[in-house]
């Protein structure tokens, strides 16, 4: 079942950061070329070695619409088909972090509940270590360390000792060995001194910071984190993503983090899959992901106003404008136009006249913001 | 020895989910005092009840024999079975509420020993509630006979497995209607008045009685006054086949139970129903 499974991503190109699979309906036309490296994967599409802990091929979720018997029970309907997640493949290799990032409704949680045994998939497989999270879900269970969005899977009526002692002996941790190892997960996640205190009466950075020891105390194969700092300060979010980096990195976890930080996501340097109501849109690094995508806006200042405003006239057919100031103007070029084809556009005399130009790199919020407002048929508007 | 590492496996769990209810149950301390006290509080109203009873001299004329003694063996034999009953779908409601059903469903733990793990210290509060009844009511003048302990609690064991089976019945549909308590509510209230708690079931129109013989409560507890009172009514149930009702009833019920709560988690992981509440 699993080479068969693996052997099917044999069929798919891995055209840069866009998804295609020929003979399928996909995400548009393969607008960028070039091979994305895929973690732990050889050429044919078999795991290269056994560090592949994560291997999700195909995988499909599709909500269907609640059966009218269903209303005599409760009336949370789904009246349409939901289509949560659809063909999605990712692998993450033993220490490697793979950021999960999407708007919401993108497939996220639903990606991440199929691989906790929460939720079945519709189609395709996911592995964790090579066991299905399906069909071997318990043995799944024992290699993930999950945490959820929100801090209600925590016992607030327990203290942090009891959350991680209940949690421990249903691991089958022994007794004598568990009390040494919740003390080091609590001091590994800054709560050390805590033992006694009630995760009622914690903060909610501070239970944020329990459910993530919580998820490393069984020292797991597979770390799941559904947006671990929503609810961490700025400071709490830096100093959590570096300990997290740093135990997954030293214990060669697997670690998928979601996160609606995008300065996070940069932070963490770490493999980007972008998802797109249930499709993968772009799946690499973020360097790759700029390559491809962010065109700097290129900024001129003149030493007049009157020389920015026919400037203004001369570059509006090559680029989008905007004047941050009246000395300033910015152009986002179509594509194809460079740095050169604007300069000679604006000619010797204004030319004398420009004070600076620079390049300014977009955040990576527009260059997101590019991608999931672009309509798959639009794809190639992209470039 | 090979059933040894799985036997040490769920002790290890029953423990854990054991202590876990009993911190938080100890983390309310008045509530739980003023539920223990609320539960001893019909020995002492029935008291009263029977001394009335008796003061009309009912009693002789009736087949209950010492009406008290057989009212507070029939109170805390329902209470520990309605515990049974009810435990684990209370448990799964506030788990369901709180979210922290979800942390126990991926915890490596067979969903089908969930039932059973989620009610082992409400029955545990079930047994002690029991006993406090019987405790109380001994101390008012209830007259026990102690002889017939042994086979007492093999047939509230199996009391307690059939109780608990309706209840996990009732928690499949809690899974998927995420509500079901006045379901079974109405299945406590029917197993009270049929099953014969504070009256003999002979009183119960002859139409009527069969329903009674549908309900657990009432084989237990008839098996218990004949093994506990000093001087049991007449019976209105023969042991052999109050046993032998029992055990199919367990046979059944667990039977269709126990798939059927699984069935229910399957249809909730595949529609996405779980995290709901």
Known sequence: ?????????????????????????????????????????????????????????????????????????????????VVALQDVDVDVPAGGICAVVGPNGAGKTSMFRILVGLTTPSAGTALVAGFDAHRESPRVRRLVGWMPAEDRSLFLRLNCFDNLHFHGRLHGIEQRSLRPRISQA????????????????????????????????????????????????????????????????????????????????????????LLDRGRVRFQGDLDELRARYDRPRIEFEFSSSSAADLAGVLLTEVGRLTRPTTRVVACDPRPGVTVGTLVTRLGATLTADLVRVAEVPLPLRDVLAKIYLSTPSAAGALQ | ?????????????????ARLDATEDFSYPMALLFYLLGAILPAFVYFFVAELFESEGRAASSAVGDYYTFLVIGLA?????????????????????????????????????????????????????????????????????LSGLATFAGVVLLGVLASSAVGI?????????????????????????????????????????????????TYVIALGRRWFMAAPPQ????????????????????????????????????????SGY
């Open chain 2, 77 to 145: 034999i329902a209470a520990l079975l309605q515990s049974a009953m009810t435990g684990f779908g209370g448990r799964l409601q506030y788990a369901q509420d709180r979210g922290t059903f979800e942390t126990l469903l991926v915890e490596p733990v067979p969903w089908t020993l969930i039932p059973l793990l989620m009610n082992v210290w409400r029955l545990l509060l079930g047994v002690l509630t029991a006993s406090l009844l019987l405790a109380v009511g001994g101390l008012l003048g209830a007259d026990y006979r």
């Open chain 1, 1 to 81: 079942m699993e080479s068969t499974d693996l052997n099917r991503s044999t069929n798919r190109v891995w055209n840069g950061g866009l998804v295609t699979t020929p003979g399928t309906n996909h995400d548009g036309p393969a607008i960028l070329t070039g091979t994305l490296p895929r973690w732990g994967v050889s050429a044919d599409g078999r795991a290269a070695d056994d560090e592949t802990i994560v291997a999700i091929r195909g995988l499909g979720k599709v909500y269907e619409p609640t059966p009218r018997w269903m209303r005599l029970l409760v009336r949370t309907m789904i009246y349409q088909p």
């Open chain 2, 169 to 217: 019945i009732s928690a499949s549909l809690l899974v998927l209607a995420k509500r079901s308590a006045p379901v079974l509510s109405l299945y406590g209230l029917a197993a009270s008045l049929f099953a014969g708690t504070l009256f003999p079931i002979d009183l119960i129109p002859a139409w009527l009685r069969w329903i009674s013989f549908l309900v657990p409560h």
């Open chain 1, 186 to 273: 609590l001091d590994q996640v800054g709560l050390g001194g805590h033992e006694k205190v009630s995760a009622f009466g914690l903060s909610a950075g501070m239970r944020a910071r329990l459910q993530l020891a919580r998820a490393l105390l069984t020292r797991p194969r597979l770390l799941i984190l559904d947006e671990p700092t929503a609810s961490v300060d700025p400071v709490g979010a830096h100093e959590l993503l570096g300990l997290i980096t740093s135990i997954v990195r030293e214990h060669r976890m697997a670690a998928l983090i979601s996160s609606h930080r995008l300065e996070e996501i940069e932070a963490l340097r770490s493999h980007v899959v």
């Open chain 2, 1 to 17: 020895m090979r059933g040894w590492p799985r036997l040490r496996r769920l002790a290890r769990m029953v423990w854990a989910f």
């Open chain 2, 235 to 274: 019976d209105s149930v023969a042991p052999d086949l109050a046993v032998t009702s029992l055990l199919l009833f367990v046979l059944v019920a667990l039977g269709l139970g126990v798939p059927l709560f699984s069935r229910a988690l399957q249809y909730s992981r595949r529609t996405g129903l779980l």
